[in-house]
């Protein structure tokens, strides 16, 4: 039997959530609920109007287990791939040095021809550095982008090649990495794509001070089934996929999120990430 963690979660609760398949489909377009981020909404506006509901979960350890899981069976991996970044400090180094680093792991894992890289986010306690884009860890189950969201990814920073590009499989992968110390508070969780009911996502329209965008929440499901990587070190990162537009069986997406490990020394360091979002396409 593998190691596990007990813990608790934060997912969209089921009233958040058309029940009918239908219109869940519909919602995915539309993106009816609504949450705003980075800036207050107008008065008299709820910041969403999604709720949420803390469950328990058990959270199965995948150190030792690493092999069995990947992007195109479970929605994640976990990869050793050293950085010669190690401070994750400064914007214009990151772009510099580690984004190359991304794309050539991207390349080597997916066998893709054209990667894209969009945006990046620190995570920390509190600022560090000249990163401008900096928060803690997101505790609530979520997918990064929606489906017709990636689509309009691609099109918003890619419009010359859009139509060839969407033309052969596109994917969006987030590659998360711990930052100075291994994780020890909040490490991430991440979903196996096999035990996702896809009713169970809900889109939510996104609403920062200058643009929107349309993340999935997701709903608990008890048959859902969680899995991290123990003490997880800065050599090693999880590839997350949020988006594939492969409909032939293969992972599509993993919901993640980060929780609360009880089993964590109460002195250890408060956790720090990077995670790195790419387009990552088979065309060229």
């Known amino acids: 039997m593998d190691d596990v963690v007990r813990s608790r979660v934060k997912s969209a609760s089921s009233s958040s959530s058309p029940t009918a398949s239908s219109k869940l489909v519909a919602a995915r377009t539309d993106c009816r609920f609504e949450r705003f981020a980075l800036q207050e909404p107008p008065p008299g506006t709820k910041k969403t109007n999604v709720t949420f509901e803390t469950h328990p979960v058990v959270v199965h350890d995948a150190r030792g287990r690493e092999d069995e899981l990947t992007l195109d069976t479970t929605g994640f991996q976990f990869s050793l791939s050293p950085s010669i970044e190690k401070a994750f400090d400064d914007d214009a180094r990151i772009k510099a040095q580690y984004y190359p680093e991304v ?98 996502l809900v889109p939510v329209r996104l609403i920062m001070r200058h643009r929107e965008g349309c993340p999935f929440s997701v709903r608990y499901n008890p048959s859902h089934r969680w899995y991290y990587l123990s003490s997880q070190t800065p050599d090693e990162v999880t590839l997350i996929k949020c988006y594939d537009s492969e409909v032939d069986g293969r992972a599509r997406l993993s919901p993640h999120s980060a929780f609360l490990d009880p089993t964590s020394p109460k002195d250890a360091p408060h956790r720090q990430s990077i995670e790195v979002r790419a387009l990552v396409f088979d065309a060229g």
């Open 103 to 200: 794309e050539a792991l991207l390349k080597k894992v997916t066998g893709a021809k054209r990667i894209f890289i969009f945006n990046h986010i620190v995570s920390t306690e509190k600022g560090m550095g000249t990163t401008k884009r900096n928060r803690g860890p997101v505790e609530g189950v979520h997918v990064d982008q929606a489906y017709d969201a990636t689509v309009k990814l691609v099109r918003e920073h890619l419009p010359d090649d859009a139509d060839r590009l969407l033309q052969s499989r596109v994917r969006l992968i987030n590659v998360w990495r711990p930052i100075a110390n291994p994780v020890a508070h909040k490490p991430l969780g991440i979903s196996d794509w096999r035990f996702l009911d896809e009713r169970d």
